[in-house]
């Protein structure tokens, strides 16, 4: 007969076991599907490139991660400033940044107006938010840029109300690229806001009003803290993939306005440079994780706490 | 009237509700929450807004803070009127029935919040959040969060954080509601007591009829958006104005009776079974209609065995109650009425189905249109 300790014990391991068998499916899609590219990628990163595509196995090289910010030049090798990639890098934060902002500004008022009415016509409001979503990304970018291009819709439309004489140049701009961006990531920033502007109480609204506060004053100092953690959840589902951003800006950029996510497409593509792609991949992954922390813990704590004004 | 201690002309209420009217939904069609409502509330009067849920009380509060606006009508702060105002241009503040404190903010913040939205300066903010957290006895929770403290407390920091800013009235809507029974009885004297130090005008909005004759200067009582009847607790409950106030406000017996005039032509209640009940003051009442008597259980008293000159009753229940008895009878013609008395000797006395008489106090029946 085993004692009541070893039943114990016997009972805690099967609990352990039967745990570790449950998520084993999930840890192994995890390890093989994100982990193990990742440091394949990794792994290239440090190469020397192939000539045709591909890596050389096993022959340290950081000439990817140079490639990042200088270019050498084919004449003499020495190491240069490569202007082209830092201004796609720039523009890739410049443009994510952007677009949060954008979506953040236009999916809160949204977002308000939705959590404010009533339960069923809530419901429809978010039904009609998703609708988008229902068409193939890159048909409804093809359908943006129908609307801007010099031939477009919108053009067509200005001239003939002889607004101006020569169509304006809207497609391949970075503003094209912005306004892409801030369309396809809209939804994503109005959803989490929406989730946490449905729990405000709406009496706590009546009684900052009911104490002198202005309408503003109610928005900055009642509604904003209570929708902080839908604004920063919404903040990093736009942020993350804008700044990877692939299918908008090669659709709206065209090759003069490109993003990250075009440039290190291309690495492995036409300019056959993997080693620099998978520099690229890391460095955006780094850059997106640090961004996050900063963020993060920035935002909780404004959140927080609303010492002084 | 008395006058308004506030800078008013003497004879000036502190709120006058001139015949406010609020339909809500569909123009026309909507529920009627307000039916051309009167009331005039004195400054420095602790008024109770009385009627059962839907009456229009809460609706009117709303009204007063500028949360609703009337269809028709006018509010008058000290002869101002402030119907159309939005709250936060109103000197009137409200303790909300659950609280609203603001969360992720600390009692103190919280208190000083009005004071902070005033644009007022720091020191005196600092000052006023501690005085009214001494008025309200938390003066120990300043920088505790709100989700940290209990219910009671939650209920003072709301009354503080009302009060804080010196509204010329405070709002309470039904702010005890939440409360379990013993601590409702001690914040319902903590009530009179800080209406008493700051000679602020409270309108308390309740439905809890003791509650409101316990705690108030005078009663309004609300059914259907109508105001029924405006008096001190003592008239409301003496000499309740019509069926509904009288079976409202404690507890009654209605007895149907005829109308009829007596040898000296005073009006006289006969009731089934012969038993007549004279009255001074009812000649409104014609000959030969039918009226409502209405009885309180404690303005009668039965004795065993039937005498003549009383109302007649068969025993149904003997309820003991503490501080006397309470029998539930049946009259000879069929409808129930209720006898509470002192309990001197009458343990045994009465029994199911044991006949008795009830004689009713001098001038305690109440007559009272169909």
Known sequence: MPTVEQVGKLRVRREFRRRWLLSAPALLTILLAAVGPLAIVFLFSFMEKG???????????????????FERDPIDDTLGLASANVQIIWRSIKLSF?????????????????????????????????????????????????????????????????????????????????????????PLMVLPIYASLEKLDMRLVEAGYDLYASRLQVLRHIILPHAAPGLIAGSILVFIPSIGAYVTPRVLGGGKNMMLGNLIEQQFGQARDWPFGSALSIALLVVVTLALLVYVRNASRGSGSHHGR | MIAASDGGRVGDSAVEIRALSKTFGVHGTGVVALDNASISIRANEFF??????????????????????????????????????????????????????????????????????????????????????????????????????????????ALARALAPSPKVLLLDEPLSALDYKLRKEMQIELKRMQHETGI??????????????????????????????????????????????????????????????????????????????????????????????????????????????????????????????????????????????????????????????????????????
């Not at chain 1, 950081?62 to 490639?67: A, F, P, R, V």
């Not at chain 1, 200005?158 to 912005?178: E, Y």
């Not at chain 2, 720091?122 to 969060?145: C, N, Q, S, Y």
């Open chain 1, 51 to 69: 000539d045709y595509g591909d890596v050389k196995y096993w022959h340290f090289s950081t000439d990817g991660w140079l490639s990042l910010i």
């Open chain 1, 98 to 186: 952007l677009t949060t902002i954008f979506t953040a500004a236009l999916g809160f008022p949204t977002a308000y107006v939705i959590a404010t009415r009533s339960v069923r016509s809530r419901n429809t409001w978010l039904f009609l938010i998703t609708i988008p979503f229902w068409t193939n990304l890159l048909i409804r970018t093809f359908a943006i840029q129908d609307l801007i291009r010099n031939e477009g819709l919108i053009n067509l439309t200005l001239r003939k109300l002889g607004l101006i004489d020569a169509p304006l140049q809207l497609l391949f701009t970075d503003g094209a690229v912005l306004a892409g961006l801030t369309y396809v990531y809209f």
């Open chain 2, 48 to 157: 109770t807004l009385l009627g059962p849920s839907g009456c229009g009380k809460t609706t009117l509060l709303r009204m007063i803070a500028g949360f609703e606006y009337p269809d028709a009508g006018q509010i008058l702060l000290y002869g101002e009127d402030i119907a159309m105002l939005p709250p936060f241009k109103r000197p009137i503040n409200t303790v909300f029935q659950s609280y609203a404190l603001f969360p992720h903010k600390s009692v103190a913040e919280n208190v000083g919040f009005g004071l902070k939205m005033q644009h007022r300066p720091k020191a005196e903010i600092d000052a006023r959040v501690t005085d009214m957290l001494r008025l309200v006895r938390l003066e120990e929770l300043r920088d505790r969060r709100t989700s940290q403290i209990s219910g009671g407390q939650q209920q003072r920091v």
């Open chain 2, 201 to 370: 005008t409270f309108i308390f909005v309740t439905h809890d009829q003791e509650e409101a004759l316990t705690m108030s200067d005078r009663i309004a009582v609300m059914d259907k958006g109508r105001v029924l009847q405006i008096g001190t607790p003592r008239e409301i409950y003496g000499r309740p104005a019509d069926r509904f106030v009288a079976g409202f406000i404690g507890e009654t017996n209605f007895v149907p009776c005829e109308i009829a005039r007596d040898g000296a032509g005073r009006v006289v209640a006969r009731l089934n079974g012969g038993f007549t009940v004279g009255f001074e003051d009812a000649a409104t009442f014609a000959d030969r209609t039918t009226a409502i008597l209405s009885i309180r259980p404690e303005h009668a008293r039965a004795v065993p065995g039937l005498q003549g000159g009383t109302l007649h009753a068969t025993v149904e229940t003997v309820i003991f109650i503490g501080t006397g008895i309470q029998l539930h009878t049946r009259l000879n013609d069929g409808s129930s009425f209720m006898v509470r008395q002192p309990d001197f000797d009458s343990e045994g006395q009465f029994a199911t189905g044991q006949p008795v008489s009830i004689a009713i106090n001098d001038g305690a029946a109440r007559l009272l249109r169909n």
